[in-house]
């Protein structure tokens, strides 16, 4: 059974840095062709994937903001961290972490909870 | 970047109705496409992957089709439960991108 599960801070003040954890069961981040993403949705608006690390530690960011993203994995804890520099409150959002498989139909067929990130003085 | 519109933006429909949304890319993606399902204060759900594919314990009034540019998800009898709004996912090249999403209320 693949669970996912987001932690990391409710609140972050401008120009702050943001780090969030997913902590997942039920795969391994050393199984050929298996990833893990980042996706962010603002209040009321749509999805929007921020980044992906599969097992051989190739990551993938959004154009947008990857100058402002890092993705790591501690595959011996399973676990993804996401840090994203210079918060703004236009960053307010539930940040989700989700399961994917490389070149297959297996894209973010699981999801976690999703947590709500304030970013506000 | 591949980009995603959805059409409609929003629509009203009643119990019973056939649903329909478009949603396309702006370059051929394949069949790398997605649907997802989401109600308010919850978490997205896929219903559709492979674009046609009927993702596990999804009811069958779901059907998705297309491949390329073109995709269509269908709700072949809409019930009450499938009022939400819903993303397609491209995930054919990175970044994945997602489509603006449709949502579908009652009328």
């Known amino acids: 059974q693949i669970t996912l599960k987001e932690s990391g801070p409710t609140l972050v003040k401008p120009t702050q840095t943001l780090t969030l954890t997913c902590t997942f069961s039920?795969?391994?981040?050393?199984?050929?062709?298996?990833?893990v993403g980042w996706i962010r949705q603002p209040p009321g608006k749509a999805l929007e994937c921020l980044a992906l690390i599969y097992w051989d530690d190739d990551k993938r960011y959004s154009p947008s903001l990857e100058s402002r993203l890092t993705i790591t994995k501690d595959t011996s804890k399973n676990q993804v961290v996401l840090t994203m520099t210079k918060m703004d409150p236009v960053d307010t959002a539930t940040y989700y972490c989700a399961h994917t498989i490389r070149y297959s139909s297996s894209c973010f067929d699981y999801w976690g909870q999703g947590t709500l990130v304030t970013v506000s003085s | 970047d591949i980009q995603m519109t959805q059409s409609p933006s929003a629509m009203s429909a009643s119990v019973g109705d056939r649903v329909t949304i478009t949603c396309r890319a702006s370059q051929g993606i394949g069949n790398y496409l997605a649907w997802f399902q989401q109600k308010p204060g919850k978490v997205p759900k896929r219903l559709i992957y492979?674009?046609?594919s009927l993702q596990s314990g999804v009811p069958s009034r779901f059907s998705g089709s297309g491949s390329g540019t073109e995709f269509t998800l269908t709700i072949s009898s809409l019930q009450p439960e499938d009022f939400a709004t819903y993303y397609c996912?491209?995930?054919?090249?990175?970044?994945?991108?997602f489509g603006p999403g449709t949502k579908v209320d009652i009328k």
């Open positions: 492979a674009a046609s």
């Open positions: 996912l491209q995930h054919n090249s990175h970044p994945f991108t």
């Open positions: 039920g795969f391994s981040l050393s199984t050929s062709g298996v990833g």
